[in-house]
C-alpha cells in the first residue's frame, strides 16, 4: 500500500509550513527587539556595571567588588592615620595639633552627609565607619600628650568611652541614613560603668554588680528601640555583660555570703522581667537564666546559714520552687507560657541535677549494711555517705518525687502525654528509694528493714498489676510504661530486701517465703498483660528454689543434699506447666524450673553417685513432660540424654570399662525411636532414621577391637555387622549395608592384618612394586567398564531406602 502523499497534497503541506516558519520567524524578531530595548535601559541605570575591560557574569558582583574596595579602602586610611598619631603627633605644634584634630573630624564626620545626598550609601558608610575610627584615634592621641589622668589609665578610658558612646549616638541620630553609629554606640556604652569600677578600686563583686547593671540597661535598650540593628546589639550586649556577672554570683554563692545571693537575686529578677517582656525561644531562655539564678542564689543563702550536710537539699528545694510556683493555678493564668516553659525546664534539670547528688547515698548507705551470711551480727552502716548525710538525701528525694507526682514537673502546654508519663514514672522509682531508705534514715531496729522493703515490693508489684492510681488522669497507653517500671523497681527491691536478709537463718527463709508468694500473687492476678504473668512467675520460681536451698542449708544438708532437694521446684514447676497449657505464664515457668534443675546438677558434680540420682530423676521429671504434645520435640530428647548420662555416670561410679556398656543404652532407645518414625512417615531415609543408632551402637565397639588382642569381641563384632547388612539387603536401605558392610570389612581387616604382615615380610622387596603396576595396568586397560560398573553399583545404592 503506497502511504506517500500525491503531489498536490505534498504541495499544500509545504505551503502551511512554510507560513507557519514565518509567523515564528515574525515573533522572534519582535521579541529579539524588546530584549535589546531592555538591555538598553538597564546598562543606562546601572553606573556599577562592570568596567574596566572586565566582562558580565564574572565571578564577583559588582555589589562586593564596591563593598571590598571601600572596606579595603577606609582600612588604610585607619592604618595611616594611626600611624600618624602615634608616630608623627610630636613633629607639631599646638596649633598644629589642634588644626589636625578639628580639621580631620569634622571633615570625616561630615563627608558621609554629602554623599548620602548623591545617594552613595555604601561610601558614606565605610567613610562613616573611618570616621569613627578617627574619633577613637583622637581620644587616645589626646590621652598620650595630656598632663597624667587623675583616675589613671582605666578612669580615662571610662570617660572617653562615655563621651564616644554619646558622640557616635548623636551622629547616628543625626544622620539618619547610617546604620554604624548606634550599634557602634552601643558597644562603646558597655566599657564605662566596669571601667570606673575598676578606676575607683572595686573587688570583683563590684565588677559583676558593674556587668549586671549594664546588661539591665542594654535589655531596656533592646525592649524600648525598634532598629533591628541596634535591638541585637543591645541582646548580644546584655548577653555578655549579664552572663559573666551571673557566673561570678554563682561561684561566690558556693562559698556562701549574702551579697552575692543578692546580686543572683537582682539577676533573677532581671531575667524574669526580660521574660516577660518578650517571647518565643528568648522569653523561655531568660527564664531558665531567672530560675538558674534564683537556685544559685537560694542555695548560697542556705550555706551561709544552713549545716552542711542539708545545703545540697536546699538547693534542690530552692530549684523546685519555679515549679511550684507556676503550677499554683490563679498564678498560671497571668504567667507567659513561655516563661512558664523556661521556670519549668529549668526547675526540672536543676531537680535532676540535684538528684545525681542525693540518689547514690541512699543506695550506698544500704549497701553498707551488707551482712555476713547468718551470721546475726547487724551492720551499723555510716550516716554520712559523700557530701550528704542520710536524712538531707531523703529529704530531697522525696521532695522531687512529690514534684514529679504533681504535675507541676511539666510545664502547661508542652510535653504531651509521653512527658508526664515519665514523671509519674520517674515519682513511683523515686518514692520506693525513700521508702527503703527510711528504715535506715530513721535508725529503725535491723528486723524493720526487711519489713519495710518486702512492702515496697508488695506496693510496686500493685502498681505494675493495677497501675490505675498511679496514671490517673492520663491515656491508657500509660498502663504499660508504669506497669514496666513498678515491676522493675519491685525486682530491684526484692534484690534488696534478700540481701538484707541474710542476716540469720529465720529472716532469709521469712524473706524468701514472701518474696515468692508475692511474685506468685502477681503472676495470678497479672490480669492482660501476658509478659507481666510471665515474668511475675519465673520471680516466683526463683524465690521459691532460694526457699528450698536455704531451708536445707539451714538444716544442716550438704551441698549435694540440697541438689537433690532442689528438684522439687522442677518437678513442681513441670506440673503448673501442664495446668497453665496455653497460658503466656506457662513456658516461662517450666524454662525458669529447667535452669533450678540445672543448678542442681552443678551442685551434685563433686558426688558422682548423688549426680546419678539427680540425673535420673531430672530425666523423670523431662519424660514426664514429654508425654505432653507440645513438649515431646524437646523434652523427649532432653528425657533420653538425662537416662543416658545417669547411666553412665553409675557405670563409671561401677568402673566399668566395657564400651558396649556405654554404648548400647544410646544404640539401642535411638533404632526403636528410628523405627518407629519410619513407620509413622515412610518418606525417613535411613540415615535419619537408623544412622545415629547404628553408629552409636557399631563405632564405639569397633574401635575397641582394633585395640583387643582377644578374639570375642570380634567375633560378635562381626556377627552383628553381618545380620545388621544381611537387613539392610534384605529390606533395601542404605544405612544398614553401608555402616554394617563396612564394619564387618574393617573387623576382617583386623583379623586377616597378622597374616598379611606375615606373607609381606616373606616376600622379595621388589613384588609390591611389580603387583601394584600390574594393577595399574589392568585398571587402566579396563577403566571404561570400571568405571560403568561403579555407577551402576552407585545407582542400587541409590534407589535403596
Known amino acids: 500500500m503506497d502511504s506517500l502523499p500525491s503531489p498536490a497534497q505534498e504541495l499544500v503541506l509545504i505551503d502551511r509550513e512554510l507560513e507557519r516558519l514565518d509567523a515564528r520567524r515574525s515573533w522572534l524578531l519582535a521579541r529579539r527587539t524588546w530584549l535589546l530595548g531592555v538591555l538598553r535601559v538597564e546598562g543606562a541605570q546601572a553606573p556599577d556595571a562592570p568596567g574596566w575591560g572586565g566582562r558580565a557574569g564574572g565571578e564577583a558582583s559588582p555589589r562586593g567588588v564596591r563593598t571590598a574596595l571601600l572596606t579595603l579602602g577606609g582600612t588604610l586610611l585607619a592604618v595611616a592615620a594611626l600611624a600618624f598619631t602615634l608616630v608623627s603627633w610630636g613633629a607639631l605644634g599646638i596649633g598644629g595639633r589642634t588644626a589636625v584634630l578639628s580639621v580631620v573630624t569634622v571633615v570625616a564626620l561630615g563627608v558621609p552627609v554629602l554623599l548620602l545626598r548623591r545617594g552613595l550609601s555604601a561610601t558614606a558608610e565605610a567613610v562613616a565607619a573611618l570616621a569613627l575610627v578617627l574619633t577613637l584615634l583622637d581620644a587616645l592621641a589626646l590621652y598620650l600628650v595630656a598632663e597624667p589622668w587623675a583616675w589613671g589609665a582605666s578612669g580615662y578610658a571610662a570617660v572617653a568611652a562615655a563621651l564616644l558612646a554619646v558622640v557616635w549616638a548623636g551622629y547616628g541620630l543625626l544622620v539618619r541614613g547610617l546604620r554604624a553609629p548606634l550599634p557602634a554606640a552601643v558597644c562603646a556604652g558597655q566599657l564605662p560603668p566596669v571601667l570606673a569600677v575598676v578606676a575607683l578600686g572595686g573587688d570583683g563583686q563590684a565588677v559583676a554588680w558593674a556587668l549586671l547593671a549594664t546588661g539591665a540597661a542594654d535589655a531596656a535598650l533592646a525592649l524600648r528601640v525598634r532598629s533591628a540593628a541596634v ?104 504567667v507567659p507560657q513561655g516563661v512558664r516553659r523556661g521556670l519549668v525546664w529549668a526547675s526540672d534539670g536543676l531537680m535532676w541535677a540535684g538528684l545525681l547528688v542525693a540518689v547514690p547515698p541512699l543506695v550506698l548507705v544500704q549497701a553498707a549494711r551488707v551482712p555476713e551470711v547468718w551470721s546475726g551480727a547487724v ?101 504499660a510504661a508504669v506497669a514496666a517500671v513498678g515491676f522493675g523497681g519491685a525486682v530491684a527491691a526484692a534484690s534488696t530486701v534478700a540481701v538484707q536478709g541474710l542476716v540469720t537463718e529465720a529472716a532469709t527463709l521469712a524473706v524468701l517465703g514472701s518474696l515468692a508468694a508475692l511474685f506468685a500473687g502477681a503472676s495470678a492476678v497479672g490480669g492482660a498483660r501476658p509478659w507481666l504473668r510471665a515474668a511475675s512467675a519465673c520471680g516466683a520460681v526463683v524465690a521459691a528454689a532460694g526457699f528450698v536451698g536455704a531451708a536445707g542449708a539451714a538444716a544442716g544438708w550438704p551441698v549435694h543434699a540440697v541438689a537433690v532437694a532442689l528438684l522439687v521446684v522442677p518437678g513442681v514447676t513441670a506440673g503448673f506447666g501442664a495446668r497453665l497449657r496455653g497460658d503466656a505464664a506457662g513456658a516461662p515457668v517450666e524454662v525458669a524450673g529447667a535452669a533450678v534443675g540445672a543448678v542442681a546438677l552443678v551442685l551434685s558434680v563433686g558426688r558422682p553417685g548423688v549426680l546419678a540420682l539427680v540425673l535420673g530423676l531430672s530425666g523423670v521429671i523431662a519424660a514426664a513432660t514429654a508425654v505432653r504434645p507440645e513438649r515431646l520435640r ?41 523405627a518407629l518414625r519410619r513407620r509413622r512417615d515412610a518418606g525417613v531415609g535411613s540415615w535419619v532414621a537408623y544412622g545415629p543408632g547404628l553408629g552409636a551402637g557399631l563405632v564405639p565397639s569397633l574401635c575397641a577391637v582394633w585395640g583387643d588382642a582377644g578374639w570375642v569381641r570380634p567375633l560378635l563384632l562381626g556377627a552383628v555387622a553381618l545380620a545388621v547388612t544381611l537387613v539392610g539387603a534384605r529390606r533395601r536401605l542404605q544405612a544398614p549395608l553401608v555402616l554394617g558392610g563396612g564394619v564387618l570389612l ?34 587402566g586397560a579396563t577403566y571404561e567398564r570400571r568405571l560403568r560398573e561403579l555407577r551402576r553399583l552407585r545407582e542400587a545404592v541409590g534407589r535403596m531406602g
Open 231 to 334: 535591638g541585637a546589639s543591645a541582646w548580644v550586649a546584655a548577653a555578655l555583660t549579664a552572663g559573666p556577672a551571673l557566673l561570678t554570683g554563682a561561684e561566690a554563692s558556693l562559698r556562701g555570703g549574702v551579697e552575692p545571693a543578692v546580686l543572683l537575686l537582682a539577676g533573677a529578677v532581671l531575667g524574669t522581667a526580660v521574660a516577660w517582656r518578650v517571647s518565643g525561644v528568648g522569653a523561655v531562655a531568660c527564664a531558665v537564666v531567672a530560675a538558674s539564678a534564683w537556685t544559685a542564689a537560694g542555695g548560697g543563702l542556705l550555706r551561709a546559714v544552713a549545716p552542711a550536710a542539708w545545703v545540697w537539699t536546699g538547693y534542690v528545694v530552692c530549684a523546685a520552687l519555679p515549679a511550684v510556683a507556676v503550677a499554683v493555678r490563679p498564678a498560671t493564668r497571668v
Open 746 to 779: 574393617l573387623v576382617a581387616l583386623h583379623e586377616l592384618a597378622p597374616y598379611v604382615a606375615q606373607v609381606v615380610g616373606v616376600l622379595p622387596r621388589w613384588l609390591p612394586p611389580a603387583l601394584a603396576g600390574l594393577v595399574l595396568l589392568v585398571v
Open 379 to 479: 551492720p551499723a552502716g555510716p550516716a554520712t555517705v559523700g557530701p550528704l548525710a542520710v536524712w538531707p538525701a531523703v529529704v530531697a528525694v522525696a521532695l522531687v518525687a512529690g514534684v514529679l507526682v504533681s504535675g507541676a514537673a511539666v510545664p502547661a502546654g508542652a510535653g504531651g502525654p509521653g512527658v508526664r508519663v515519665a514523671a509519674r514514672c520517674g515519682a513511683l522509682g523515686l518514692g520506693a528509694l525513700v521508702v527503703c531508705a527510711l528504715p535506715v534514715a530513721a535508725g529503725l531496729p535491723y528486723a524493720a528493714v526487711p519489713a519495710v522493703q518486702l512492702l515496697v515490693v508488695a506496693a510496686l508489684l500493685g502498681a505494675a498489676v493495677r497501675p490505675g492510681p498511679v496514671v490517673a488522669g492520663l491515656s491508657g497507653a500509660a498502663d
Open 634 to 674: 524437646v523434652a523427649g530428647p532432653l528425657a533420653a540424654v538425662l537416662f543416658v548420662a545417669a547411666a553412665w555416670v553409675r557405670l563409671a561410679l561401677w568402673e566399668v570399662a566395657v564400651p558396649e556398656a556405654y554404648a548400647l543404652p544410646v544404640a539401642v532407645p535411638a533404632l526403636a525411636v528410628g
